[in-house]
């Protein structure tokens, strides 16, 4: 799938929105992804799952493991799509852990899988699960990357990350948000605010 059409199931589903925005890495933003506007629709799912499941099909992962809650649907389609069982991370007294009865081996070959990385925290999280558990992150994915220009890399440790889509959408600080100094009114759609 290439970018164009990854961008058209965000424009086709009004996942792509404008306004004042405080992400989930607590940084602002003019626009937000809202992915689950997305990912509801299974065929559309399916598909961007299947396109990141191919990019991330050449390491050869045993399994999938995704941050809770944006990443569960898009690493349950990328399991899917890699044929491996898909499992989640999920926050516990603010620190992910695995439960509900997942277990990683030592060695396993993990992909870590994201709907959407601006700073890579959840990611990095979710890869220190791994290393507790003695698993091996081979690879990150995420549907969007919308990180600034100069930190599109690797993880930690130069695990290798593929997306399917690069947007360079601007995200500022608090204190230097241009919305905010114009008086903007704040909107905190991600799920890490829910309790907020």
Request: proline share 5%; with cysteine.
């Given at each position: 799938m290439d970018p164009n059409a990854v961008r058209r199931h965000f424009d086709e589903t009004g996942a792509l929105l404008t306004g004042?925005?405080?992400?989930?890495?607590?940084?602002?933003?003019?626009?937000?992804?809202?992915?689950a506007k997305v990912l509801m629709w299974p065929d559309r799912a399916a598909a961007l799952g299947a396109a990141?499941?191919?990019?991330?099909?050449?390491?050869?992962?045993?399994a999938v493991v995704s941050p809770a809650l944006g990443g569960v649907i898009i690493g349950q389609?990328?399991?899917?799509?890699l044929g491996v069982r898909a499992i989640?991370?999920?926050?516990?007294?603010?620190?992910?852990?695995l439960r509900r009865g997942f277990a990683l081996e030592s060695g396993e070959r993990i992909a870590v899988v994201e709907d959407?990385?601006?700073?890579?925290?959840?990611?990095?999280?979710?890869?220190?699960?791994?290393?507790?558990?003695?698993a091996v992150a081979i690879a990150c994915g995420a549907?969007?990357?919308?990180?600034?220009a100069s930190e599109?890399?690797?993880?930690?440790?130069?695990?290798?990350?593929?997306?399917?889509?690069?947007?360079?959408?601007?995200a500022w600080q608090p204190a230097a948000c241009p919305l905010c100094a114009k008086g903007v009114a704040l909107d905190a759609p991600g799920s890490r605010h829910l309790r907020a």
């Open positions: 004042h925005f405080k992400l989930s890495s607590g940084l602002h933003s003019d626009r937000y992804l809202q992915c990141l499941a191919a990019k991330l099909a050449p390491f050869s992962p045993a389609e990328v399991g899917r799509g989640f991370a999920e926050r516990v007294d603010g620190v992910f852990a959407v990385v601006t700073t890579g925290k959840s990611t990095r999280e979710v890869l220190g699960v791994l290393k507790s558990t003695g549907i969007i990357d919308r990180r600034a599109k890399t690797d993880f930690v440790d130069g695990v290798p990350f593929r997306t399917l889509l690069a947007l360079d959408v601007p």
